[in-house]
């Protein structure tokens, strides 16, 4: 990509921060268009929950707006009212549902679509229409199989057939949302689908979505009128030996050097004994940060079930080493040398030369939370193709 950029800076000063976000909106539109090129002729909107998986709506939202998106999810009213300030015409769906009658009218008057997930929420709904005199959008969310959110198939139909009738809300988008989508040969994905198309028949040809980002790679039948990707967008892989863009680049900056004897110990409980002479980099970006405690390197405990994690630097993966600590996380650099790094580099924690997804593994968990777990800490920086517009945060 050499065409022109902008960058936008956000959170701590570069000088001032113990660790640096990149973040590359270019990346994520990237990331958009290739899932929307699969998608096709079906729809792709933007999942935005969370903050945008971490990474800022301000920011996200224009972006996949500039690629082409004009339909946001997210979880909670709030982030709705992010997303309208981010991309005023957009069409936006909560997905955690409707709260109760409290919420309805803060739904009606900010234009948020409420995400159906209840038959109280339902009737609720309904009787907020009724007295408003106006059949406000909702979407339907029927149960298939995760046993999450969602209504019951059978509570499904006999709204549709009823709702034909009465025309007491204004049911726009009928989904559901599979729970082994990244296991392509699971059987429930079929099951899931089945009584999904079964519950549509019902809704004729109202527009449905059922996918994820896994999901929207199991091929034509499962993609409906409109697919809801979020981590492969944000770079995540959706599916083992799909890779995705990088879009964040998480590092830390080196604090201190510290030359340190075979047999002395690093960091908490002591539970790293050197093997040898060592060159150990304190960086200083620790679980506060939203780096995860269970990326720990050797001798700690729960080592055992995960392997612990690494950090790139120089061209090489250096291992952590001891316990990663509230504010600092120590490597072992001795395989670079005493001139191979010094006070003041960052150390890769993921990013294009550490797959976020293995970053993930080595702590055992997952893309999406060490996304969006992300702290407030960081200097950020977003680079997009679009120069960025004014934000309030
Ligand atoms: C979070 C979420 C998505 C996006 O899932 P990814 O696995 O990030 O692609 C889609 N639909 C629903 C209902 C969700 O909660």
């Known amino acids: 990509m050499d065409e022109a950029f902008h960058i936008r800076e956000a959170g701590t000063k570069p000088h001032l921060a113990g660790g640096r976000l990149t973040i590359d909106l270019r990346s994520l539109q990237a990331n958009y268009r290739a899932l929307a090129k699969v998608a096709a002729p079906a729809g792709v909107a933007g999942v935005v929950k969370a903050d945008a998986y971490g990474i800022g709506i301000a920011d996200v939202v224009p972006a996949l707006a500039a690629a082409g ?3 946001f999810f997210v979880a909670l009213p709030e982030e709705g009212f992010a997303v309208r300030r981010a991309a005023p015409q957009s ?25 159906i997930n209840t038959a109280i929420d339902l009737t609720i709904w309904e009787r907020f229409c009724g007295r408003q005199g106006a059949a406000h959008p909702c ?6 199989g995760m046993n999450r959110l969602g209504i019951t198939p059978a509570e499904a139909i006999a709204f549709a057939d009823e709702n034909m009738l009465t025309r007491a809300v204004n ?4 989904m559901s949302h599979l729970a082994c989508a990244d296991q392509r040969d699971d059987p429930k994905n ?26 929207l790679l199991l091929g034509r039948d499962f993609h409906f009128g ?27 900056r080196v604090a201190q050097i510290r030359y340190v004897k075979a047999g002395e110990t690093i960091s908490y409980g002591a539970t790293s004994v050197l093997q040898r002479d060592s060159i150990i980099a304190v960086a200083a970006v ?11 390197g050797s001798g700690v405990p729960i080592r055992q079930l995960f392997p612990g994690g690494n950090g790139f630097v120089n061209g090489r993966r ?54 969006t777990r992300l702290g407030q800490r960081y200097h950020r920086a977003y680079i997009s193709a679009e120069p960025p517009e004014s934000k309030s945060s």
């Open 171 to 174: 049911p726009v988008l009928l």
């Open 139 to 144: 979407a339907i969310h029927v149960d298939t």
């Open 190 to 215: 079929r099951k899931q689908l089945e009584i999904f198309r079964n519950v549509g028949r019902a809704f004729g040809e109202m527009e449905a979505s059922l996918v994820n980002s896994s999901g």
């Open 286 to 296: 620790g679980y506060a940060d939203g780096f995860p405690r269970a990326a720990s």
């Open 318 to 371: 250096v291992p952590i080493i001891g316990r990663v600590t509230m504010d600092l996380t120590m490597f072992d650099v001795t395989d670079l040398g005493a001139d191979g790094i010094a006070t003041g580099d960052h150390i890769e924690l993921f990013g294009p030369n550490l797959p976020i997804d293995e970053a993930a593994r080595a702590a055992g968990t997952i893309s999406y939370e060490l996304l």
């Open 69 to 71: 998106c004009d339909t």
């Open 91 to 115: 069409r936006i769906f909560v997905l955690n549902g409707l709260f109760g009658l409290d919420a309805a009218e803060t739904y009606a008057r900010s234009q948020l679509i409420p995400v």
């Open 226 to 252: 409109l697919t809801r990707p979020g981590i492969a967008v944000y770079g995540g892989s959706p599916a083992p030996g799909v890779t995705m863009r990088t879009v964040v680049t998480a590092e830390a």
